[in-house]
């Protein structure tokens, strides 16, 4: 299921507000439709070139969680966005010589896909920002042009970032390749949410599958999804 937006020519687009709610009210129904609680699904906003101004919109109508993918024009936004209840959560590719400025800058981070980055961020996060809360990236459908590691490598990384200071291992994260069907989408999903509810056993801090955008949040709320990455259903095209 696609959430909608409006973009016949000539009618007036909904307001970043009005877009919020509609989701909102769109993954409440889903939630109930499979026996979940709405509270329990975050809705982190994708503002990647989307302007301050349609940021301050968005946090106009109560959205406080942000995802960027860019490292230079997220820590722009960052400083000039002050205000003291954001959270802002990192959710592209990581280089290696960009990971001192994403633990100074961020709260979270979605995509860590090998040991070296992990001990980078843990490295260069200064203690008293308390903990980086992160996510490995998990490579659902083994595509070479996407990061994340194979579901097998999943549990071993896992268990090297709990070791490490200064980050707290909170869950996954995956970005899976296009399916037509809700059924396609689901069975998708299902190896990464069978693998967090396993992971959880081990690591009961873990509480965040990221999972889940504008074309497949049905089927990544059906399979326990806590956070849905949207973007242009929310802010409109990208400026």
Not at 5 to 25: D, F, H, K, V
Not at 126 to 152: F, Y
Not at 180 to 186: G, H, K, N, P, S
């Amino acid at each position: 299921m696609h959430i909608a937006m409006q973009t016949l020519y000539g009618e007036t687009m909904p307001s970043i507000s009005e877009n919020i709610s509609t989701i909102r009210a769109q993954v409440a129904k889903t939630a109930h439709k499979y026996g979940r609680n709405e509270n329990d699904i975050k809705l982190l906003a994708v503002s990647k070139k989307q302007s301050i101004a349609k940021l301050q919109e968005a946090y106009a109508a109560g959205q406080r969680e942000f995802g960027e993918n860019y490292v230079q024009e997220a820590v722009e936004k960052i400083a000039e966005l002050k205000m003291p209840d954001l959270v802002w959560h990192f959710i592209g590719p990581i280089q290696s010589n960009k990971t001192a400025i994403i633990a100074a800058s961020f709260d979270w981070v979605h995509s860590i896909d090998r040991i070296k980055i992990a001990q980078r961020l843990s490295a260069q996060r200064a203690s008293a920002m308390g903990s980086l809360k992160v996510c490995v990236q998990v490579n659902l459908s083994n595509e070479t042009t996407k990061s994340g590691v194979p579901l097998e490598q999943v549990a071993e990384l896992c268990q090297q970032i709990n070791e490490l200071p200064h980050l707290e291992l909170r869950g996954l994260m995956a970005i899976p390749a296009a399916s037509d069907t809700l059924a396609e989408q689901r069975r998708t999903f299902e190896p990464i949410a069978i693998l967090f509810k396993e992971l959880q056993r081990t690591y009961p801090q873990m509480d965040t599958l990221s999972i889940g955008m504008s074309a497949d949040y049905e089927a990544a709320i059906a399979q326990a999804s806590t956070v849905l990455r949207i973007g242009t259903a929310i802010f409109g095209p990208r400026d």
